[in-house]
Nanobody, 129 residues
Framework: QVQLEESGGGTVQAGGSLRLSCAAF????????MGWFRQAPGKEREFVAA????????YYSDSLEGRFAISRDNAWNTVYLQMNSLKPEDTAVYYC??????????????????????WGQGTQVTVSS
């Protein structure tokens, strides 16, 4: 069983930056691919970014236009999401999720939220205009 705990959310002005963290407890993260998803008010949850278990590969939503970066530190059992040039439309609850990497994953798997095994409770990000 893996418990995930997000932190780092808050309120920031448009154009600002935030770094979200996701700490894992109960298991080593080096067996999991990790992803970030978000859900804005009144909208469905959507994929933001993901990283392979090793951190060698990263995947992003095309809508981000290169503003976000995902990273991981397996020694600290933590995954990060650096968010730059934030826009009001980035306002959402951000969730991290863990996907068991014991089987071979295809690149197309990483943005499929139904494949993820464990989820955090989410952290609110609000971007004011």
């Amino acid at each position: 069983q893996v418990q995930l705990e997000e932190s780092g959310g808050g309120t920031v002005q448009a154009g600002g930056s935030l770094r979200l963290s996701c700490a894992a407890f109960g298991s080593n993260l080096n067996s999991f691919a990790m992803g970030w998803f978000r859900q804005a008010p009144g909208k469905e949850r959507e994929f933001v970014a993901a990283t392979s278990w090793s951190g060698d590969n990263a995947y992003y939503s095309d809508s981000l236009e290169g503003r976000f970066a995902i990273s991981r530190d397996n020694a600290w059992n933590t995954v990060y999401l650096q968010m730059n040039s934030l826009k009001p439309e980035d306002t959402a609850v951000y969730y991290c999720a863990a996907l068991w990497a014991g089987t071979m994953l295809e690149d197309s798997d990483y943005d499929q939220e139904n494949l993820y095994d464990y989820w955090g409770q989410g952290t609110q990000v609000t971007v004011s205009s």
